[in-house]
T-cell receptor
């Protein structure tokens, strides 16, 4: 079975540019999570969706960040405009449900570098 | 609140020895705990979980212990192998009005010497 798929795996961009990260969750999973990982702050939850609806976006750092989930098999995380401090590894994860605690399965991540 | 540290704890063990990785969690209402393993360049990988109505759970070569009194979680790895070298994260599920969300610890780096 395919796990969580993320693209691109690496992204290098210049400050001010728009960045779009993509995620395909595991088929049949109803919840999708976006995380950011840095050495300073560790693994932080940015936003999560349940049945394509955003449930908690309190971790989204600024209005420059936005996330969408137009259907059950696709989500995007957009940063516009990007800044050097956004450089991090961004992970997408999915789980069968969030109504009860359930295991989250992580994708390989997108390493973002903003110059 | 969340516990955030600036330094990643490290644990160095000899191949074949047992490893114990500890974690303190913050929310006494958390009902579910997970240990993840993260190898370099990869996403976190599920190892084992435990619910708050249990104090011990065993998997293959791994055991998780939960002490709710002192809000402490530990991961024991038996007969540690070089392939176990990675960063290990504990996570607690904090309940929300709709489901819950995982709060991750800072991680512990395990280094296995051959």
């Amino acid at each position: 079975d395919a796990g969580v798929i993320q693209s691109p795996r690496h992204e290098v961009t210049e400050m001010g540019q728009e960045v779009t990260l993509r995620c395909k969750p595991i088929s049949g999973h109803n919840s999708l999570f976006w995380y950011r990982q840095t050495m300073m702050r560790g693994l932080e939850l940015l936003i999560y969706f349940n049945n394509n609806v955003p449930i908690d976006d309190s971790g989204m750092p600024e209005d420059r960040f936005s996330a969408k989930m137009p259907n059950a098999s696709f989500s995007t995380l957009k940063i516009q405009p990007s800044e050097p401090r956004d450089s991090a590894v961004y992970f997408c994860a999915s789980s069968r449900s969030s109504g009860a605690a359930d295991t989250q399965y992580f994708g390989p991540g997108t390493r973002l570098t903003v110059l | 609140g969340e516990s955030v540290g600036l330094h990643l704890p490290t644990l160095s063990v000899q191949e074949g020895d047992n490893s114990i990785i500890n974690c303190a969690y913050s929310n006494s209402a958390s009902d579910y705990f997970i240990w993840y393993k993260q190898e370099s360049g990869k996403g976190p990988q599920f190892i084992i979980d435990i619910r708050s109505n249990m104090d011990k759970r065993q998997g293959q070569r791994v055991t998780v212990l939960l002490n709710k009194t002192v809000k402490h979680l530990s991961l024991q790895i038996a007969a540690t192998q070089p392939g176990d070298s990675a960063v290990y994260f504990c996570a607690e599920n904090v309940l929300l009005s709709q489901g819950g969300k995982l709060i991750f610890g800072q991680g512990t780096e395990l280094s296995v010497k051959p």
